[in-house]
Antibody, heavy 122, light 109 residues
Framework: EVQLVESGGGLVQPGGSLRLSCAAS????????MHWVRQAPGKGLVWVSR????????NYADSVKGRFTISRDNAKKTLYLQMNSLRAEDTAVYFC???????????????WGQGTTVTVSS | EIVLTQSPGTLSLSPGERATLSCRAS???????LAWYQQKPGQAPRLLIY???SRATGIPDRFSGTGSGTDFTLTISRLEPEDFAVYYC??????????FGQGTKLEIK
């Protein structure tokens, strides 16, 4: 079964750090680009970051640039998001998702994890 | 910066009716880079449509996507009870790289 399972969420104080993980199974992890997408309580979806298949291309939303770091370990089939200098506005459910790369068509984020909740509060 | 505006914000319909959801971009979007998702409460989003009009694996043919340029539409031909959810359009572009619309809530009338 194709699956993504996030972990690492929790309650953290403003200014603190947290590392999220996303474990992949049931597919060839190294062939896919991977994303983090977040959703604040009662709000819509917001893209956070993307990493390509071998980790050589990384992109961030402006709102997290300089504070968050995406990485992956293809041997462990795991995606990570290191979050530093956390703010109240980072409170959200964080989803990981995969994308099959193609130079001509965007195939969308076709597999998503169930999400992990990050709460930034004192 | 590309902004995707979805309308209506809420759509109230009955099972069996046809639903038409709109997604308008602030500037032209490459059709190949437009997707639609469905999200139910407490669940992860589910990919419905990619490439503006191609159904993702396992998506029923009552879901269809059309459009080009700045105007895109998701149509559900005959609503089933399980179709009531929030729907998001999304584009892949330059700045920001991936943008979602604010969502349309499809509710039972």
């Amino acid at each position: 079964e194709v699956q993504l399972v996030e972990s690492g969420g929790g309650l953290v104080q403003p200014g603190g750090s947290l590392r999220l993980s996303c474990a992949a199974s049931g597919f060839t992890f190294r062939s896919f680009w991977m994303h983090w997408v977040r959703q604040a309580p009662g709000k819509g979806l917001v893209w956070v970051s993307r990493i390509n298949s071998d980790g050589s291309i990384i992109n961030y939303a402006d709102s997290v640039k300089g504070r968050f770091t995406i990485s992956r370990d293809n041997a462990k089939k795991t995606l990570y998001l290191q979050m530093n200098s956390l703010r109240a506005e980072d409170t959200a459910v964080y989803f990981c998702a995969r994308e099959l790369p193609d130079s001509h068509i965007y195939y969308g984020m076709d597999v998503w994890g169930q999400g992990t909740t990050v709460t930034v509060s004192s | 910066e590309i902004v995707l505006t979805q309308s209506p914000g809420t759509l109230s319909l009955s099972p069996g009716e046809r639903a038409t959801l709109s997604c308008r971009a602030s500037q032209s979007v490459t059709s190949s880079y437009l997707a639609w998702y469905q999200q139910k409460p407490g669940q992860a989003p589910r990919l419905l449509i990619y490439d503006a009009s191609s159904r993702a694996t396992g998506i029923p043919d009552r879901f269809s996507g059309t459009g080009s340029g700045t105007d895109f539409t998701l149509t559900i031909s005959r609503l089933e009870p399980e179709d009531f959810a929030v729907y998001y359009c999304q584009q892949y572009g330059s700045s920001p790289m991936y943008t979602f619309g604010q969502g349309t809530k499809l509710e039972i009338k």
